[in-house]
């Protein structure tokens, strides 16, 4: 196969955009859940810990969140379809991509500096192309074969 090819195939399973979102980032996940034959979406909101493959249809955010006292980490590939939405909360100042050192720390060590953003500017996505301008270029063409 070749890697055009690949690179064909892995672009269409991408969504058409996602947020930018980068560690020290509080963050609310929305993911759909599917239980029997129903379908619902369950929130996770936590810091983001680790960004991997930014730019790759393979693209996944680490979040952590302290729950009932206990640590939970949870991982989402940002271009599944089972991932709805993805907010961003805060903006944190970090000077590394694995924050690590945050499941050592609790209460007031495990607090970030905040950065103040647009939240707004950040959470907006751009919005899809429509695919009636590709199918409006096919007509003509079917016109002039007839």
């Known amino acids: 196969m070749?890697?055009?090819l690949i690179q064909k195939v892995n672009d269409e399973q991408?969504?058409?955009a996602v947020v930018d979102v980068r560690s020290g980032d509080t963050v609310?996940?929305?993911q759909k859940i599917?239980?029997?034959n129903k379908e619902r979406v369950q929130v996770f909101e936590g810091v983001v810990i680790r960004t991997d493959n930014k730019g790759s249809h393979t693209s996944r955010i680490t979040v952590r969140k302290?729950?009932?006292g206990v640590g939970v980490e949870k991982s989402f590939l940002m271009h599944s379809p089972l991932v709805e939405k993805v907010e961003i909360i805060r903006r944190s100042k970090v000077r590394r991509n694995?924050?690590?050192f945050l499941r050592d720390r609790s209460g007031k060590g495990a607090r970030l500096k905040a950065v103040k953003f647009d939240r707004e500017a950040v959470n907006k996505l751009p919005e899809k192309p429509s695919p009636k301008s590709e199918k409006a270029e096919?007509?003509?063409e079917d016109k002039e074969e007839k």
């Open 66 to 68: 302290v729950a009932s």
């Open 2 to 4: 070749s890697f055009a």
């Open 28 to 30: 609310r996940v929305h």
């Open 34 to 36: 599917k239980e029997g």
């Open 98 to 100: 694995f924050l690590s």
């Open 14 to 16: 991408k969504k058409h």
């Open 138 to 140: 096919e007509k003509p």
